[in-house]
């Protein structure tokens, strides 16, 4: 069951590449995104309402996916939040788990594990937006 949100994912990945081909993995399981590539872009948008998942970056211009994280969970109705790094060390996932992340990735990503992630949260209507 899928929940009343009008996007699935939004992306959060200031490597174009990447985000794209985690946005195509995505619609080849028949997820929707939205495609943004930084924390800024996505919290200017206020679509964090929108969405039934946030995947994004640890390091990128601006706002870190850690901070966004951060002011994120402080709102009501704040979806859950996966984080992915290229940077996995000990610290860095403490850090994102301490401030409410719901899973956390190292990059280069398993397609297997954040499938899975991602169905287990929005796929199944474990979480909806409030």
């Given at each position: 069951?899928?929940?009343?949100w009008e996007?699935?994912?939004?992306?959060i990945?200031d490597?174009?590449?990447?985000?794209?081909?985690i946005r195509?993995?995505?619609?080849?399981?028949?997820y929707?995104?939205?495609?943004?590539?930084?924390?800024?872009r996505?919290l200017?948008?206020?679509q964090y309402?929108?969405?039934g998942?946030i995947?994004?970056d640890?390091?990128?211009p601006?706002?870190?996916?850690?901070d966004?994280?951060?002011?994120?969970?402080?709102?009501p109705?704040?979806?859950p939040?996966?984080?992915m790094?290229?940077?996995?060390d000990?610290?860095?996932?403490?850090?994102?788990?301490k401030h409410g992340?719901?899973g956390?990735f190292?990059?280069p990503l398993d397609?297997?594990?954040?499938?899975?992630?991602?169905?287990?949260?929005?796929?199944?209507?474990s979480w909806?937006?409030?």
């Open positions: 069951m899928v929940g009343p996007v699935h994912v939004a992306i990945e490597d174009n590449h990447l985000r794209n081909s195509d993995l995505l619609d080849t399981e028949g929707s995104s939205a495609l943004f590539e930084s924390a800024d996505f200017q948008s206020n309402e929108a969405v998942c995947l994004a640890v390091r990128m601006g706002t870190s996916g850690i966004m994280l951060k002011e994120l969970k402080a709102r109705g704040c979806p939040i996966l984080i790094t290229s940077y996995s000990q610290h860095t996932q403490s850090l994102a788990i992340a719901d956390f190292p990059k397609s297997n594990l954040l499938l899975s992630a991602i169905q287990n949260i929005v796929g199944n209507g909806a937006p409030a």
